[in-house]
């Protein structure tokens, strides 16, 4: 089944600066890949997605990456606020014949500075 | 806006107790799914549920059932608790499956003692 990994861990970051989260996936035929942020004390929720026929998307000061050759997407946020404080969870969904499951990497806790 | 919540914030029960989790949504969701959420292991989805009376095993069934006895309730069930089912459990619902939003509920913490 599908793998997802997920890095760094833990990001600590100085207000203003950027972030970037990177994940990697394992089945090359995964063709979604959203990113959820959860806040604390409540449960994630999506802030932005990819598919695979796109290369970037922007959102205000979020930004999703996706190089589908080196099986690789990224997240990438400016300008950061403390609001951003958060979890970020990547995530992949392969074909619908692999079944209706999100496979979600392993979390990034972010820290923004002020 | 969807809402989804989930019967109990924390929950502690001793081992080898049934335990009950639900969750409710709101948004006449076809689909319907329980994760766990462990430290450095992200969400893992223990089953999920596209129809009434209808339901799938995630990547982490073991020592869990489901019920889905109407549209916008499903159930989570423990037979017999154990301490490595001590973890955060989430709830979360969508229209549309895969690629669809899934939204989330704010969480139960169970601790088993």
């Known amino acids: 089944g599908e793998n997802v990994e997920q890095h760094p861990s833990t990001l600590s970051v100085q207000e203003g600066d950027s972030a970037v989260i990177k994940c990697t996936y394992s089945?090359?035929?995964?063709?979604?890949f959203p990113w959820y942020k959860q806040e604390l004390g409540k449960g994630p929720q999506l802030i932005i997605d990819?598919?695979?026929?796109?290369g970037e998307k922007k959102d205000q000061r979020i930004a999703v990456t996706l190089n589908k050759t080196a099986k690789h997407f990224s997240l990438h946020i400016t300008e950061t606020q403390p609001e951003d404080s958060a979890v970020y969870f990547c995530?992949?969904?392969?074909?619908?014949?692999?079944?209706?499951?999100?496979?979600f990497g392993g979390g990034t806790r972010v820290l923004v500075k002020p | 806006d969807v809402k989804v919540t989930q019967s109990s914030r924390y929950l502690v029960k001793r081992t080898g107790e049934k335990v009950f989790l639900e969750c409710v949504q709101d948004?006449?969701?076809?689909?319907m799914f329980w994760y766990r959420q462990d430290p450095g292991l992200g969400l893992r989805l223990i089953y999920f549920?596209?129809?009434?009376?209808?339901?799938e095993k995630g990547d982490i069934p073991e020592g869990y059932s489901v019920s889905r006895e109407k549209k916008e309730r499903f159930s989570l069930i423990l037979e017999s608790a154990s301490t490595n089912q001590t973890s955060m459990y989430l709830c979360?619902?969508?229209?549309?499956?895969?690629?669809?939003?899934?939204?989330f509920g704010p969480g139960t913490r169970l601790t088993v003692t």
């Open positions: 979360a619902s969508s229209l549309t499956s895969g690629r669809g939003e899934q939204y």
């Open positions: 089945d090359s035929a995964s063709n979604y």
């Open positions: 990819i598919r695979s026929n796109v």
């Open positions: 995530a992949a969904y392969p074909t619908e014949a692999a079944g209706n499951k999100l496979t």
């Open positions: 948004m006449d969701h076809e689909n």
């Open positions: 549920s596209y129809d009434v009376k209808m339901k």
